[in-house]
C-alpha cells in the first residue's frame, strides 16, 4: 500500500477527528491549549475526498462548539452567519482536495500547495468574517471600513495557525512516506 492510500483509507480520518476534538474547544489557544486546527483539518480531508466524511466534519465541529458553549465557552460567534462555516470550510476542503494532485511532494509542489492555502485561508477568513458582519446583527452601527480595523488583528493569527498545521501536517507526511525507505537502507546495512 503507497503512502497515499494508507493516509486516505487508515489514518487520515481518525488523525483529522483527533486533531479536531483536541482543538476547537478553544479558539486562539491560550498556555494550556492549542489553537483551533479546524481549516487545517478539513484541508487535509481534502485529501480523502469523501463527502461524507465532509459532512461529518462539520456535524463534528457544530457538536464541539455545542458542547464547548454548554460548559461555559462564550457563544458570541454563535448567530445566523454561523452557516456560513459550510462554505468556509468547503474552501478549505477544496483546496486540500487539490493539493492531493501534488504527489511528489517535492519543493515546487510544497510552494504552490503553501500558496494555494495561504489563498484558500485568505478566502475562509473573508467568509466567516464577511458574513458575520454581515449577518451577526452585533455590528449594525459599524461602518464597513471600521469593522476591517477592527478585524485586521485577526488576520495574522487566522492564517498563520492554518499554514503551521499544515506544514507540520505535510513534514508527517513527508517522514512516513521516506519511512520504507529508511527502513530499506537499515537492512541492507
Request: proline fraction near 3%; aromatic fraction near 20%.
Amino acid at each position: 500500500m503507497n503512502i497515499k492510500q494508507w493516509l486516505q483509507y487508515e489514518y487520515l480520518p481518525l488523525s483529522l477527528i483527533a486533531l479536531m476534538v483536541l482543538t476547537r474547544f478553544h479558539h486562539f489557544g491560550d498556555v494550556l491549549h492549542l489553537p483551533d486546527a479546524s481549516l487545517a483539518v478539513f484541508f487535509f480531508a481534502g485529501f480523502y475526498r469523501k463527502r461524507m466524511f465532509f459532512g461529518f466534519l462539520l456535524a463534528l465541529a457544530a457538536l464541539i462548539d455545542y458542547l464547548a458553549i454548554e460548559n461555559g465557552t462564550s457563544g458570541w460567534c454563535v448567530t445566523p452567519a454561523y452557516v456560513f462555516l459550510i462554505p468556509t470550510y468547503a474552501v478549505m476542503w477544496f483546496a486540500g482536495r487539490y493539493c492531493l494532485t501534488f504527489k511528489a511532494m517535492k519543493i515546487a509542489e510544497l510552494v504552490k500547495s503553501a500558496g494555494l492555502l495561504t489563498l484558500a485561508t485568505s478566502a475562509a477568513f473573508a467568509i466567516s468574517n464577511g458574513s458575520f458582519y454581515l449577518f451577526s446583527s452585533r455590528y449594525e452601527d459599524l461602518s464597513l471600513g471600521e469593522y476591517f480595523v477592527r478585524v485586521a488583528q485577526y488576520y495574522p493569527s487566522y492564517v498563520g495557525f492554518a499554514l503551521i498545521y499544515v506544514v507540520a501536517g505535510f513534514a508527517i507526511i513527508k517522514l512516513f512516506k521516506s519511512l520504507p525507505q529508511l527502513w530499506a537502507n537499515q537492512k541492507s546495512v
